[in-house]
């Protein structure tokens, strides 16, 4: 007995030694200028190591606190009250110890515009459910900064030397300003030309359809977007930018931003005149419209449409945007209006651009092909000509009927006019270089295409809370002619000896149209205050005809004589029913949803040209889940899946005979199967605000059932005859992350990010079964630091190691490191002078069969002396490429083929240019905050 009394009194001791040591902390609360005590101010006591909640307590009547019964360490005190800056400030406490921390000031907010110093920490970043929300503030840029400097120095954004920004690992496709489309569909004529002052919070979400986004419930479609929520005090007043600069070899850069904001309204205007190709070429809408309607009707596969391609225009090639590759002029401009009025009841968003673009250029493409007894090589040239003439108008209108239902209208449409010119040589030769195929093609085309999208939806909400019904109503028409000339002369060898020639000269006219009406009346039934039951049917029909006549030369030189074997008429005319139903539960921390789609289409083809007609019938199944857990305001984890079936295109199952390329022949299966995609996502979140920290991961899974891949034989003279055919085995995973911090002692931002791409390929060559095996992985880091009108440095870099292999030659793998580095940095000297300069230091591991040097360093940089108030004008010479290495590369593998692709480009030059900043804030609205 007595040895467990011992023990208690032991355990008892240490307990209350224990608790003897703990130590407090405390304080009064009061107001610096007015001298006033601060009551029931909140008071928070976090540790310092990982920012964890020890205590929290109010202030009492007469300002003071006492945070007691604290351990021994590092602690945080972190004192809020309304209307003022917040207090932080850091402590260590010993054993049985009490620290005073005596009057404790704190400053209004209004006085913190008059440049009162405080010190103080607003959480930088905070994520609301699937939203990632920076304060634009914490991140210092210099004056008359831009957006995207701006989003640089965000955590888990990355925006390269072309403007195009990625976002938590995706391509970012919209930029919004105050929730409003800005231009549409150019991210960046917002962040190069917007300031970044202007910009009180950055939010990086993906932005759902219009009906998903009121009904709550995923509906597939989502597209990465940025949404820049102004400063209250900047949406009165214009602003705007003129840059004009001109130097060696003919290059010029101008350019003209005006804005003019009024409180809800938004109006403003651009033009740019380049040839730098820096400027005024990231339209996006090519997504939207499609170069040849009917060479790709794919109205979102997810969204269980049939997939209808293969007729399009076998002469142009060309998607009507600069890539990069040769050398760019464009023109274009453009007008933006946005207004609500009647209490926000009606809004109005309005665009305008007009664009030509002449590019021109060549390139040289060195392709290896691997087959099970041997391989290829294939070599070939381009130059080319490209020109287009481009008009595009979009609106949307919303009307709020009453507290209940709404309207909103969106309406886009345009012209293109097209000329393309392109010259292409080619040649293939035998592993022991042996020549086995020669080929000469020239083509030339005229395309005009006019395009008319609207969509429509009515939402109304019934008088049970939560019982909703929407109808949404969308169309689609493109009409495109096209006309032009294919000449291609073709050789083929035997045992080094010419064996065949094929020469073809034919006049070529194409003209299609195509007509979509999709409709979706959804309904949502509350089950509780926290759950629903969505019900949706829709009908699509879609009506296309696409006509192609080839004509030969006659006895008296004239393109008169049909070719009935290159020529078709075809009508396509697919008509659909769409239902489904799924469950949402959507609680404080948690939200899941569940359902699926089922689309059952009847899809008729004739070809008047021949009389003959083919019918097809066939159901989809769009099954989907989402998950959301949030642990805390700023930790959340996601969970997606979603899966849909997938018929075979008209190309796939009867492809349109073409002579444009006789070295790569289709030819159908009337067999093929439909494959089924299944597709999962998990993505993590997590900031800590004292620390400044921030973690970003993701992963993506998926694998296809019944993949509809490719089966390839090649024969003696290297001619590639592929068919479709169904395997399984393809599958692909990702993972991606992003991890930041600032170190506060140094006043640098540092980051690291990292991904892992695999992607497996089955498909048949020469009658053996294929699988190529591809890897990615990438390490990378970033930082940061700056001091205001001194300096500006940063600094990333990455390493990627690429390998694949097939498996019907495992002696061949393809095995390669690239390095990119870019250092940049700005430093502002006295007298107003500023020089930047930034790097792109790009490495490049030969290869067994690319073995020349691929590496460059593209080293850009200017100097510029700034005049006038706020430094608003600057005037700078400019570099660019100074150490003249900028040489066009891509490389790729893909299945068993792998290429190099080096074309012209722009190189170095020097500018003389000046750039005016210009502003003049409104009057302030009754009752805005400045």
């Given at each position: 007995m ?10 008892l ?51 003071e ?25 850091t ?9 005073r ?41 210099q ?19 072309n ?14 300003v ?7 569909d ?51 007043g214009?602003?705007?930018k ?28 651009y ?25 790709n ?8 449409y ?12 060309w ?8 050398y760019?002029l ?17 809004s ?17 493409t ?26 595009r ?5 919303e009307?709020?009927?009453?507290s ?7 309406a886009?449409?345009?012209m ?5 010119y ?16 020669q ?19 009515w ?7 939560g019982?909703?019904?929407?109808f ?20 083929f ?7 065949q ?17 999709d ?15 969505i ?22 030189g ?24 799924s469950?949402?539960l ?10 699926s789609?089922?689309?059952?289409a009847?899809?008729n ?47 796939q ?52 059932q ?6 390839y ?88 190691y690429?390998?694949s ?33 930034d ?10 069969v ?29 570099g ?7 040489i ?37 609205m ?5």
């Amino acid at each position: 007995m007595k040895k467990p009394i011992a023990i208690l009194t032991i355990v008892l001791f240490a307990s209350l030694k224990t608790y003897a040591q703990h130590s407090s902390i405390s304080g009064t609360i009061s107001d610096t200028t007015e001298k006033k005590i601060l009551p029931n101010s909140s008071v928070l006591i976090l540790r310092k190591a990982d920012s964890v909640l020890v205590f929290f307590t109010r202030s009492g009547r007469s300002g003071e606190f006492m945070a007691t019964s604290l351990p021994s360490g590092k602690f945080i005190v972190l004192i809020t009250y309304p209307k003022y800056a917040d207090y932080v400030d850091t402590v260590s406490i010993s054993d049985s110890s009490t620290v005073r921390l005596g009057i404790i000031p704190l400053t209004q907010k209004a006085q913190l515009l008059k440049e009162v110093v405080v010190r103080q920490k607003i959480g930088s970043i905070k994520i609301k459910g699937d939203t990632t929300e920076f304060a634009a503030d914490s991140f210092k840029v210099q004056p008359n900064a831009t957006v995207e400097d701006l989003l640089k120095k965000m955590p888990g954004i990355q925006v390269d030397k072309n403007g195009q920004i990625t976002a938590q690992g995706e391509k970012v496709q919209k930029i919004l300003v105050d929730g409003e489309e800005f231009f549409g569909d150019d991210p960046t004529l917002v962040t190069q030309n917007l300031r970044a002052d202007m910009v009180d919070k950055v939010q990086v979400y993906d932005k759902k359809s219009d009906q998903a986004a009121f009904t709550g419930i995923d509906d597939g479609q989502k597209q990465k977007t940025i949404n820049l929520k102004l400063k209250e005090g900047k949406k009165n007043g214009y602003f705007g930018k003129i840059n004009a600069s001109a130097g060696t070899n003919g290059y010029h850069d101008n350019q003209l931003m005006f804005n003019h904001f009024k409180d809800k309204q938004k109006f403003a205007l651009y033009g740019i005149v380049s040839n730098t190709g820096t400027s005024g070429l990231n339209w996006q809408d090519q997504n939207n419209y499609g170069d040849n309607p009917l060479g790709n009707v794919d109205y979102d596969q997810n969204n269980g449409y049939f997939i209808l391609e293969g007729s399009g225009d076998e002469l142009d090639s060309w998607n009507g945007q600069y890539n990069g590759q040769g050398y760019p002029l464009v023109q274009t401009g453009g007008l933006h209006y946005n207004n609500k009025w009647n209490d926000d009841k009606q809004s109005l968003n309005a665009n305008y651009k007009i664009l030509q673009l002449n590019v021109t250029g060549g390139s040289t493409t060195n392709s290896q092909f691997i087959l099970p007894d041997t391989f290829y090589y294939n070599n070939s040239k381009q130059q080319f000509t490209n020109r287009i003439l481009r008009n595009r108008a979009s609106g949307n209108y919303e009307l709020q009927i009453d507290s209940s239902s709404s309207v909103k209208i969106n309406a886009d449409g345009g012209m293109d006019h097209k000329t393309t010119y392109s010259v292409d040589s080619t040649e293939a030769r035998a592993s022991d270089s042996a020549l086995i195929n020669q080929g000469f093609n020239r083509t030339t085309s005229t395309d005009d295409k006019h395009v008319v999208n609207s969509n429509l939806l009515w939402r109304k909400k019934l008088k049970k809370k939560g019982r909703t019904l929407s109808f949404n109503l969308r169309e689609n028409y493109t009409a495109n002619n096209s006309s032009g000339f294919l000449y291609a002369d073709n050789y083929f060898y035997a045992g080094g000896s010419l064996s065949q020639s094929q020469v073809t000269d034919q006049y070529k006219t194409n003209q299609s149209k195509n007509l979509l009406l999709d409709s979706k009346l959804t309904y949502t039934e509350p089950l509780t205050k926290v759950s629903s039951l969505i019900f949706n049917y829709g009908i699509v029909v879609n009506n296309s005809n696409s006509s192609v006549s080839s004509f030969n030369k006659d006895n008296t030189g004239k393109y008169t004589a049909l070719d009935t074997v290159y020529s078709n008429d075809y009508v396509f005319n697919i008509f659909t029913h769409r239902a489904g139903a799924s469950y949402s539960l959507f609680q404080k921390k948690f939200k899941f949803s569940i359902g699926s789609d089922a689309g059952f289409a009847n899809f008729n083809q004739k070809n008047e040209m021949t009389d003959s007609a083919a019918h097809r019938s066939f159901v989809n199944w769009y099954p989907q889940t989402t998950l959301m857990y949030q642990f805390s305001q700023s930790r959340s984890i996601h969970f997606r899946y979603n899966g849909y079936s997938q018929q075979p295109s008209i190309q796939q199952i009867q492809p349109v005979a073409t002579n444009k390329d006789p070295l790569n022949i289709a030819i159908g299966n009337p067999n093929l199967k439909p494959e089924f995609s299944n597709n999962m996502s998990l993505s993590y979140n997590d900031y800590k605000i004292i620390s400044d920290r921030f973690i970003w991961a993701s992963a993506n899974y998926s694998f296809i059932q019944n993949n509809i891949s490719t089966s390839y034989y090649v024969d003696s003279f290297g001619r590639r005859v592929n068919q479709s055919v169904n395997l399984n085995g393809s599958k692909s995973f990702s993972v991606n992350g992003n991890y930041g911090i600032k170190i506060r002692k140094i006043d640098t931002r540092l980051g690291f990010n990292g991904n892992y791409n695999f992607n497996r390929n089955v498909s048949i060559v020469n009658n053996i079964l294929n699988t190529t095996n591809s890897n990615n992985y990438t390490m990378g880091m970033n930082l940061s630091k700056s001091k205001e009108k001194k300096y500006e440095l940063n600094l990333s870099a990455s390493a990627t190691y690429t390998s694949s292999y097939s498996t019907v030659q495992q002696g061949i793998a393809t095995k390669y490191w690239t390095f990119d580095i870019n250092p940049n940095f700005d430093f502002f000297l006295p007298l107003k002078l500023q020089v930047h300069s930034d790097c792109d230091m790009n490495i490049r591991q030969k290869t067994p069969v690319f073995n020349t040097n691929t590496s460059v360093i593209i080293w850009n940089a200017w100097i510029g002396k700034k005049l006038l108030k706020n430094d608003a004008l600057i005037i700078k010479i400019i570099g660019n490429d100074l150490l003249d290495q900028n040489i066009g590369f891509s490389r790729s593998v893909n299945s068993n083929f792998i290429s190099q692709n080096t074309y012209s480009t722009i190189r170095r030059y020097f500018l003389l240019g000046i750039t005016w900043n210009f502003t003049k804030a409104g009057t302030k609205m009754p009752g805005q905050s400045e």
